[in-house]
């Protein structure tokens, strides 16, 4: 019995000694530990414990667990080989999905070197604390995520106006942490460690501004590339966010004439290159800005990058997700929603980085610790102990339930 008559679980350690072994123990002959016998971990808040029959508890270090992107064409992982050493050093276990770097030409075994382990998704499911993923992880079936476990995250790539809210609503009710590293807003990015965001769009603005350059039918500067005599390519770049500074960086470097704007303009006739980047909030489509009556202005042999072509749409009527289709008018549209992907090295060491500040912030003593009073941390923070803390994630949430006729 403990104090107040309270009886002790046998995993509970005893504030003066183990407990004693039973007669049972002392006259049995030990015997060899076998897979059937050894310790079974179980998680909690403090970190991951090893229950043994009759035993004490053994304290492990807290686990991050990197899931495999599934998704085609995605050669992105949350964490290369090179940032398992600094996970390390707060005090933190990795384990990695097999071959979750195949795709970057990163094998398991250059994980292993690095100090991770690694395991099947149902093991990095069942035995992390906090599981990390560029898109959120997809459970077998009968798998889920449990109750106190961490998921980090990018929200914004799943955008179906219909079912996300839904998604996130089932999370909260399943009790996760859910951190998600692409919705710092505006005014709260700047400098902040965990906008992943910023940095995913800052690299697909210099491939967009890199791929705009390849389709064009001239060149961007002046001089072009034979000091020929001739004018700079003219481009206009809508929006003012990450990706669309970076787009324009980019292209007035290569002697661009560059000009910025919230909307598009009707008539683009004297525009060689225009570069979309207006990506929507979480639920919504994206916002048409360049109708087919406005490329119909455009000289022959322009170019349009919609970077936020996807499935839902994007900011240029006509364009197409991963393709470049010529209007009749003889104008390339390029549907280029995924730039990021496209540099896949260097978007999974940005992405890494973020990753490795939030653990600083929550789990850098061993003991995972959210405090959703943390002005950085609650920009990121979704779900916590069955509760939705995003007033602008939760408004959608009612509203979609309100029209399903749910509760």
């Known amino acids: 019995m403990g104090a107040g008559g309270h009886c002790r679980p046998p995993w509970v350690l005893s504030a003066t000694s183990p407990p004693p072994e039973s007669q049972d123990e002392r006259s049995t002959p030990k015997r060899e530990t076998t897979a059937a016998h050894r310790p079974r971990p179980f998680h909690t808040g403090k970190g991951t414990r090893t229950r043994r029959y009759g035993r004490c508890p053994l ?17 992105r992982v949350a964490l290369p080989p090179e940032s398992v050493p600094r996970v390390r050093t707060l005090g933190l276990d990795v384990l990695v999905e097999t071959g979750a770097g195949e795709r970057l030409r990163l094998p398991d075994p250059e994980y292993r070197a690095a100090g991770a382990g690694i ?86 603005g210099y491939k967009a501004a890199l791929l705009a350059a390849d389709l064009l039918d001239r060149p961007l500067s002046a001089g072009g590339c034979a000091a020929l005599p001739g004018t ?126 939030l653990l600083q912030r929550i789990a850098s003593g061993g003991v995972i610790d959210i405090d959703p009073t943390d002005p950085v941390l609650s920009a990121v923070l979704v779900t916590h102990r069955g509760l939705v803390l995003r007033d602008s994630v939760w408004r959608p949430i009612m509203e979609q339930m309100t029209v399903a006729g749910l509760p």
Not at 306 to 333: C, F, H, I, W, Y
Request: proline content about 6%.
């Open 119 to 204: 395991g099947s998704r149902d093991e990095i499911i069942a035995d992390s604390d906090i599981v990390v993923a560029l898109r959120p992880p997809a459970c077998a079936a009968g798998r889920v995520l449990r109750r106190g476990q961490v998921m980090v995250a990018l929200l914004t790539v799943l955008r179906a106006p219909l079912s996300t809210p839904f998604l996130i609503h089932k999370w909260a009710d399943e009790g996760l942490t859910v951190i998600a590293l692409d919705l710092v807003g505006d005014a709260e990015a700047a400098g902040s460690p965990l906008d992943a965001a910023a940095s995913m769009e800052q690299l697909a």
């Open 232 to 357: 700079a390519a003219r481009a206009l770049i809508v929006g003012h966010g990450p990706a669309a500074r970076q787009a324009g960086r980019t292209l007035e470097a290569c002697g661009t004439e560059v000009l910025t704007a919230d909307d598009a303009p009707s008539d683009l006739r004297d525009r060689d290159i225009v570069v979309t980047s207006l990506r929507p909030w979480l639920y919504d489509r994206p916002r048409i800005v360049l109708t087919a009556e406005s490329l119909a202005t455009m000289r022959p042999g322009s170019v349009v990058v919609d970077m936020v072509a996807d499935q839902d749409g994007g900011n240029v009527e006509g364009s197409e997700p991963g393709t470049v289709v010529r209007t009749a008018s003889g104008v390339l549209v390029a549907g280029a929603g995924r730039l990021a992907e496209r540099l896949p090295r260097v978007a999974s060491d940005a992405y890494a980085s973020h990753v490795i500040a």
């Open 59 to 75: 304290m492990a270090s807290l686990t991050v667990g990197v899931c495999r992107e599934i998704t085609p064409g995605d050669r």
